[in-house]
């Protein structure tokens, strides 16, 4: 994924046609001035203000430079089957639109994967309705998603499962949350 590329693509490529604005933000106001079906996009996909897309694209790309990338051109995005524009902790739902927007407008095959759809089936169908059903609403509920985040799959995966199976329901509900904590 490269999606820092995509930007620096789109802005070199304002430069061969004219674009002289050194900044990222008057950049980016040129290109929107020169691509109205990209503009447009933008903000029907985000119903951002068209006066703030400028400024919003220059957040994205900062968040997007602390990142490592590789540049390739919209042929090598082809050729590998598009770009996958991932929502994520940094990158929002709205960030991946517009991206897909300069992507379109860049004739840059894309697709925009939400949360939701980062998991195969073949992820999902592994576990049965029963192993599904034994927890309810509340059990799942109880823990935010900071609760769940702060561990890594490296910290999870050092546990096999007959490490966790030695260990029965009894012995652990003997544990308050204040004793984990």
């Not at 939701?116 to 799942?140: A, G, H, N, T, V």
């Amino acid at each position: 994924m490269n999606l820092r590329g995509v930007l620096e693509f789109v802005e070199n490529e304002a430069k061969k046609f004219g674009a002289t604005n050194i900044h990222r933000f008057g950049l980016w106001k040129w290109i929107l001035k020169q691509k109205p079906d990209l503009r447009s996009c933008i903000q029907t996909t985000t119903s951002w203000d068209e006066q703030k897309i400028p400024g919003k694209i220059q957040s994205l790309y900062d968040t997007l430079n602390k990142h490592h990338h590789v540049g390739k051109t919209p042929a090598e995005w082809t050729a590998f089957g598009g770009l996958k524009i991932e929502e994520g902790p940094k990158i929002s739902i709205l960030d991946c639109r517009l991206l897909k927007c300069i992507c379109k407008s860049y004739g840059i095959q894309a697709e925009v994967i939400p949360k939701s759809d980062q998991y195969s089936d073949s992820d999902i169908d592994q576990y049965s309705d029963s192993d599904i059903d034994q927890y309810s609403d509340s059990d799942i509920d109880q823990y935010s998603d900071s609760d769940i985040d702060q561990y890594s799959d490296s910290d999870i995966d050092q546990y096999s499962d007959s490490d966790i199976d030695q260990y029965s329901d009894s012995d652990i509900d003997q544990y308050s949350d204040s004793d984990i904590d």
